[in-house]
């Protein structure tokens, strides 16, 4: 079946520019993460939707980044103003349901901001 | 919140060699351990997990072990071949909300040596 997918694979933008980026999980999974990747780096935790709940926004690193989820299905990251230490890959996750599940990655979005 | 660090950051194994990566955590009330595994390039994989109700887990040549008391998490890969070569991430599951969120580690780069 159909994994994670995002859009667009590649992403060049100009600092101060906004950016939008876009998840689309597995069908039927009820939680969805987004993740910032640095060059060589890890994996750093930015926002999590579970079903109707409040998502968890405590990794955001700033007011730039926002996050949106209709239901269970689409999800756009959202970076307004962007600045150079921006660019990353940003991967997004999507796990059937909460509770210790694996998380199924998708392909990423590597931002470069100029 | 969680906090995990992972030991060593690199790792280079000949082939056939044993490789141990190992991993802290902060949070007592995590309960949910799972490892990825990320090819360069590609996205990370689920490869093996492990919860506190177990101390050891194993699945062909890769096995995890856990202590709860000492709040650290291993991953033992034996009889290593080239296609293990990656980035090795662990994970330990926010207690505060019920597992639903995983926190990472910064990562093991891996390299075995034909």
């Known amino acids: 079946g159909a994994g994670v997918s995002q859009s667009p694979s590649n992403k060049v933008t100009e600092k101060g520019k906004d950016v939008e980026l876009r998840c689309d999980p597995i069908?039927?999974?009820?939680?969805l993460y987004w993740y910032r990747q640095r060059l060589g780096q890890g994996l750093e935790f930015l926002i999590y939707f579970q079903g109707n709940s409040a998502p968890d926004k405590s990794g955001l690193p700033s007011d730039r980044f926002s996050a949106e989820r209709t239901g269970e299905s689409v999800s756009t990251l959202t970076i307004q103003r962007t600045q150079q230490e921006d660019s990353a890959v940003y991967l997004c996750?999507?796990?059937?349901?909460?509770?210790?599940?694996?998380?199924?990655f998708g392909p990423g979005t590597r931002l470069t901001v100029l | 919140g969680e906090n995990v660090e992972q030991h060593p950051s690199t790792l280079s194994v000949q082939e056939g060699d044993s490789a141990v990566i190992k991993c802290t955590y902060s949070?007592?009330?995590?309960?949910?351990f799972p490892w990825y595994k990320q090819e360069l390039g590609k996205r990370p994989q689920l490869i093996i997990d492990?919860?506190?109700?177990?101390g050891e887990k194993k699945d062909q040549r890769i096995a995890v072990t856990l202590n709860k008391t000492a709040k650290h998490f291993s991953l033992h890969i034996t009889e290593t071949q080239p296609e293990d070569s990656a980035v090795y991430f662990c994970a330990a599951g926010d207690g505060k909300t019920s597992y639903d969120k995983v926190i990472f580690g910064p990562g093991t780069s891996l390299s075995v040596i034909p």
């Open positions: 492990i919860r506190s109700n177990v």
């Open positions: 069908s039927g999974h009820t939680a």
């Open positions: 996750a999507s796990s059937l349901v909460a509770g210790g599940q694996e998380q199924f």
């Open positions: 949070d007592s009330a995590s309960n949910y």
